[in-house]
């Protein structure tokens, strides 16, 4: 068991319950860590917006690792890290999905702001994470969108997701998440891994000083560089068989179950 000094938490199916709360004895065991001088860094594939509502709580959480690594800051120094796709690309994925699987719902995330071509059915919202009073991504016009440099592509019903990646490898990271339901596009460059590493470099840690929990195929490149990778019970199989534990389940306080066994 190596000394843990860094926590790297993922949020949806991880810290988060399925109800998208943080349960009391998860936020106990997290807090004891931090008091006790372990770093806590969050690493999300949601935006700021959409990851900050469920860290209220969470106030001395100072890294944060979002889009799946795209954007990550600061807080205390102010700073970040923004990766984005080049206008060009985006243009050339964007031709190709309508190509290919025209019924798909195509929504670009560029710095915390979320748009789209056309509006987002009510009966998709729940797939793109957007619960009932959360605001659905701006329409705007083919124009304005095809002038987007975006942090992150969010494809909703591409059945096309393996050409993205055969066309488009040298430029982007395509990750199909939730059963292959929800393709998700960055930047090359940009992985949770990658994000967690500047944080780590920052901070001076090494990477196998640093306990990972996750859940799905986003966390895979953080679990081959962590030393303590632990899978959800409810995360995919991949993970599970790089694990160096699987804990509980998100709505059986998995986290909380595995920092109380390994760390505190």
């Given amino acids: ?116 071509c056309s509006p987002v059915p009510d009966s998709e919202c729940a797939q793109l994470g957007i619960r009932i009073h959360d605001p659905k991504p701006q329409v705007m016009d083919k124009e304005y969108i095809s002038s987007l440099s975006p942090t992150k592509i969010l494809v909703l019903g591409c059945n096309a997701w393996n050409e993205i ?8 990271n395509v990750i199909a998440t939730d059963e292959g339901v929800l393709v998700q596009i960055m930047h090359k460059l940009a992985s949770k891994e990658q994000g967690v590493e500047w944080v780590l470099n920052d901070i001076g840690i090494k990477s196998e000083n640093v306990m990972v929990f996750g859940d799905d195929f986003n966390d895979l490149g953080l679990f081959h560089m962590s030393g303590f990778p632990v899978a959800m019970e409810n995360a995919i199989s991949e993970l599970k068989n790089c694990a160096a534990h699987v804990t509980e389940s998100n709505n059986n306080d998995g986290v909380a179950v595995a920092i109380e066994r390994f760390v505190m």
């Fill in 165 to 172: 990646c055969e066309q488009f490898g040298d430029h982007v």
């Fill in 1 to 116: 068991m190596p000394n843990i000094q860094a926590i790297v938490l993922d949020l949806d199916g991880t810290l988060l319950g399925n109800d998208k709360s943080i349960s009391p004895r998860n936020y106990q065991a997290v807090k004891r860590c931090y008091d006790s001088g372990i770093h806590i860094i969050i690493a999300t594939a949601r935006p700021p917006r959409a990851a900050n509502q469920f860290l209220k709580e969470f106030p001395f959480v100072d890294y944060m690792v979002y889009y799946n690594g795209a954007l990550v800051t600061c807080k205390s120094k102010q700073s970040e890290q923004h990766i984005r796709i080049p206008m060009e690309i985006s243009q050339q994925i964007n031709k190709l999905i309508k190509l290919r699987a025209p019924q798909s719902i195509i929504s670009y995330e560029v710095n915390d702001s979320w748009y789209t």
